[in-house]
């Protein structure tokens, strides 16, 4: 069970037209987890500043940020926090259409009832820094206005061979997470989830769709460049402060 230290609960921050998100980072209670909420742009001085007071006003010994471009890391990295983590950032066009088919991969609406199958998948597919936890879930199926969250199942008797949480926000689509289970990796699961995605981006009028994934997730860049993905230099990266000797 995840014991919290007093006052240690989600919450928003809103700091000038800023607004910032701190939570727990997963089961680790000494780091608090920084969203951004206003994202494209950097906060200011003062927001960060404020963010880290109210990090170690809820006892938090470390912060780490959610995934930056680097206009949106010029003010932390000011404010002391280094990188801790960096990730590929790929783009394509939506259109035209792509033409690969599901090659025998049944791919159904994620139902609540799979959330820890789901979850189970991503731990496996993950190493321990990105796994997702219940309220990482939650937040990725939130983090964009419309959605899409789908599990693949080469066999509709057994768990589910992968998942993916599509979003959609004006003409950008992103791919926000795709975890395949590594026994079902080269089985054509991943290749479903993402085609089911785009196409449904593109249905409802997305133009550009988004993606990005640890550099060092060789099997994943692989396989979204043979889907017509391209790498955006100089990719996103994670922060980290220590604010324990602050």
Do not use: C
């Not at 599901?102 to 190493?127: P, T």
């Amino acid at each position: 069970m995840l014991h919290r230290r007093s006052g240690q609960e989600s919450a928003t921050l809103r700091l000038g037209h800023h607004r910032l998100r701190l939570r727990p980072w997963a089961s680790e209670t000494e780091i608090g987890l920084l969203i951004l909420l206003t994202s494209g742009s950097a906060v200011s001085d003062a927001a960060v500043a404020a963010s880290i007071e109210s990090a170690a006003a809820q006892g938090y010994l470390r912060i780490r940020t959610s995934a930056l471009s680097h206009i949106e890391a010029e003010p932390f990295l000011r404010a002391g926090f280094e990188p801790r983590q960096q990730l590929a950032l790929l783009s394509r066009p939506i259109q035209p259409p792509l033409s690969e088919r599901n090659g025998g991969v049944s791919i159904r609406r994620a139902r609540r009832r799979d959330h820890n199958s789901v979850l189970d998948v991503d731990h496996a597919a993950f190493e321990p820094f990105w796994q997702l936890d219940t309220v990482g879930l939650h937040e990725a199926l939130r983090a964009t206005p419309f959605r899409r969250f789908r599990v693949a199942r080469p066999d509709p008797d057994k768990a589910p061979a992968g998942y993916a949480i599509s979003g959609r926000s004006g003409p950008s689509g992103y791919l926000q997470r795709l975890a395949i289970s590594p026994r079902q990796q080269g089985q054509g699961a991943g290749t479903a989830l993402v085609v089911d995605g785009l196409t449904w981006m593109a249905r409802w009028g997305a133009t550009q769709a988004w993606v990005n994934t640890p550099q060092q997730n060789t099997g994943a860049l692989r396989l979204y460049e043979r889907l017509g993905f391209e790498p955006v230099p100089p990719g996103l990266q994670v922060l980290e402060l220590e604010i324990s000797g602050l």
